[in-house]
């Protein structure tokens, strides 16, 4: 999805170079569009980060040819916020500079038609679920579906696991995967630093997604967009390794509306390490490790030949976390 975009701007040289070296420092990483937001999700991160400034675009373009006289990298954007849409003029204009872009948005607002660009849309559950997280009425739910069921743009669904929502991944995969939308990224939520165990899963909890995720991809396939390899990553023997030395600062970058480097990720310096759910980490240890890279890639290819072959196995039993 990120590197076969039309009209993109990677070159095969691009692929031998990360193939030979692994991914640049700041290859990877994201941008505070805006610090507006027109929802208020109970899982929000950025909201706690409290910002009340942004600088302007023109401030936003002197700031990339800087970084391009610096020598930045520029290959892949996530344009985050906030709600990014409410700003598009940013994009239209910074996403020139980046090889590759994906915008995050609550899809409230009509996705703009940037076939060069992939779009995250965040649904965290079935209309009733998604109400409950973000405050949205069943008219704003069916809008948000209309806005992402786009068959000329490249979009997926992001739905962050939380203890309100695990339990309709399954009614959430069987009506999504009606749509034009390509698939649905399950992360999990991560606290800050000091929070209870209101929305996040425990360990035991999380495992147990987790292998539903990949029993259900016997039926859904590659619409459950994250692969095994990186499930398995997520899983409780491996995550704590891998979350204590998270790879992501080695490869990425973090700016707030601002413009300031946010560190060590977007999350900001509240987020607690120990109990991350986001795909960055297990995403950054591929893109920093060529001997898990190559694999990943080769699986990724061969599924997508297998996945009209899969999608009518038989369908596992729904989720109950805590069934005897
Ligand atoms: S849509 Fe995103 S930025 Fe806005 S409140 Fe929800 S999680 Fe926060
Ligand atoms: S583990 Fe990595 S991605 Fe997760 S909050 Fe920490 S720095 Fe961010």
Redesign the pocket.
Known sequence: MIMDKPGNKWSVLDFIRIGYEGMPAASLGGIDVTYK?????R?????KQNYHEELSIEEWIAKFERMKNEGFPFMICGW????PLLRKELIEEGRKYFKSNVV???G?IELPYWPDVAFSV?VHGTAKYHSQI?GVDAATYQKIKRNADRDDLDVVIAF?VTRLNYMCIDDMLEEWSKTAVKGIVFEFYTPMKGENNELWLNWEERDKVIDHLMSLRKEYGDFIWISDRIYRLMKSDKARQITENCPFPQIGFSFDPMGNPKTPCQLGPLADCSRCGCILPYFSMLLTHRRLLIPEFAVSVTKRALHTVTQHMHRPRPLHLHEA
């Open positions: 937001c027109n929802l208020r999700c899982h929000c991160y950025f909201l985050i916020g906030g709600e995050f948005t609550n409230t965040s973000t962050c």
